[in-house]
């Protein structure tokens, strides 16, 4: 678990680094350790790193190695990356401070249910599926501004932000531009993109947060 730690500081280094070498303010990127498909011995590995922002893609899976964690952990902050269903917005509102893959109004509806059932409020980003790729969720680019729209006018919730998983075959940076282009027009302050092979490149085109797994905990299998 000492490549964990050796691995975290490399990463940090990397994001000041970027970070510097495009003229932004120092700590200005938030680091997302990815952490799904691991083991809690190496959540318990980053956390003593150093480590306390963490990133999981399904809920069922986030509740169990997370839930009793937090409870003796009041620092750590659990972002959801990955789709999320409408039947599990209880379980992802109770558990999460930040859910990034807003990508529905229907979703939409089972969200502001959720939080006024339960009374906690998590940070919504939008995710944009920024290469019309057919496969991926996320709302189309075009359509964005009307999405926005119509969840502040259907169902009164505020988003904070965006995110993206940019096409695997391309070049990442083209589609990072645009993204900080969608946030600056929509007036959003947070820009979740850019992974382990990406985030440097994500950060220099205007990423506030980057969610970072393999360079972390290394290959899942
Ligand atoms: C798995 C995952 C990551 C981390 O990917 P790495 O390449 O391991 O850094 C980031 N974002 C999302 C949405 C993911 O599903």
Redesign the pocket.
């Known amino acids: 678990m000492q490549d964990i730690a050796n691995n975290l500081a490399v990463v940090r280094q990397n994001i000041e680094n970027a970070i510097l070498a495009s003229g932004r303010k120092p700590g200005s990127v938030k680091l997302i350790a990815?952490s799904?498909f691991k083991p809690e011995t190496a959540l318990m590995a980053a956390i003593s790193a150093g480590q306390s922002v963490f990133?999981e893609?399904r809920v069922q899976e986030a509740k169990a190695k997370f839930a009793d964690l937090r409870l003796s952990k009041s620092e750590l902050e659990l972002h959801l990356?990955?789709p999320l269903q409408s039947n599990k917005a209880d379980d992802a509102v109770r558990l999460f401070d930040v859910i990034e893959t807003l990508d529905r109004l229907s979703l939409a509806e089972a969200l502001a249910k959720a939080i006024r059932k339960t009374g906690r409020m998590p940070k919504l980003y939008v995710e944009v599926n920024i290469g019309h790729e057919a496969q991926k969720s996320g709302v189309a680019p075009e359509a964005l501004a009307n999405f926005l729209h119509e969840i502040r006018e259907k169902f009164v919730l505020s988003v904070t932000g965006l995110?993206c998983?940019p096409p695997a075959d391309d070049n990442p940076a083209r589609h990072f531009e645009k993204m900080k282009k969608l946030a600056d027009q929509h007036k959003l302050t947070h820009l979740s993109m850019g992974?382990?092979?990406d985030y440097e490149a994500a950060i220099r085109c205007g990423a506030t947060e980057v969610?970072?797994?393999?360079?972390i905990f290394g290959e899942?299998s």
């Open positions: 990815v799904k990133g893609n990356i990955g995110m998983i992974m382990s092979a969610r970072v797994g393999t360079a899942r």
